[in-house]
């Protein structure tokens, strides 16, 4: 079965995007060679990506969805936008359609975000492992990663690495109910 993964930064008071969904604030932390905080080993390891109508919209705004091509991108959203090349869209049944993707045969599933997806996956125990890079940044507002989450989960924590520039990545994995 394959893992779904969130992988995403987050500030240090736990906000993905700016009140307006914009992630320009995470611009003075690029992904380079020397720091990519385990992105290319982690892209390496999936072949899904999950995300939610906002976050596809903002990366499309941007002209950034090219570096997802060899990855099939399922957009969960009110809205569809019409299948293109890698890029398909889940408007009904999110959660079946997320469980019948793990049993898929491949590599793992990158959840991507937003916060409203993340929280849905969570409350309906879909996420398996939580690698997320705390930014330090205080942003005050915006888009909450985990926005009122409807269930408590426990994690355990597996790994963390800190950067030079302040960043933190953290690898959480679901603890097992006993």
């Known amino acids: 079965m394959k893992k779904i993964i969130l992988y995403i930064a987050a500030s240090l008071d736990g906000r993905i995007a700016e009140p307006d969904?914009?992630?320009?604030?995470?611009?003075?932390f690029p992904i380079t060679e020397e720091m990519n905080y385990g992105y290319k080993e982690f892209m390496d390891s999936i072949d899904t990506i999950i995300m939610g109508g906002r976050s596809w919209r903002e990366l499309s705004n941007m002209?950034?969805?090219?570096?997802?091509?060899d990855k099939t991108v399922y957009v969960v959203s009110h809205h569809d936008w019409g299948e293109k090349e890698n890029i398909k869209f889940i408007t009904e049944n999110v959660i079946e359609h997320i469980d019948d993707l793990r049993n898929e045969s491949g590599k793992n599933i990158?959840?991507?975000?937003?916060?409203?997806?993340?929280?849905?996956?969570?409350?309906a125990d879909?996420?398996?492992?939580?690698?997320?890079?705390?930014?330090?940044?205080?942003?005050?507002?915006?888009?909450s990663l985990f926005p009122e989450q409807p269930k408590e989960s426990k994690w355990k924590l597996q790994d963390s690495t800190s950067y030079k520039n302040g960043v933190l990545k953290t690898t959480y994995i679901k603890k097992l109910a006993r």
């Open 21 to 28: 969904g914009g992630i320009e604030w995470l611009s003075e």
């Open 63 to 69: 002209d950034a969805m090219g570096a997802y091509a």
């Open 110 to 123: 990158w959840l991507f975000g937003g916060g409203e997806l993340v929280s849905m996956l969570l409350a």
């Open 126 to 143: 879909l996420v398996d492992e939580m690698q997320i890079a705390y930014i330090p940044v205080i942003l005050g507002k915006g888009v």
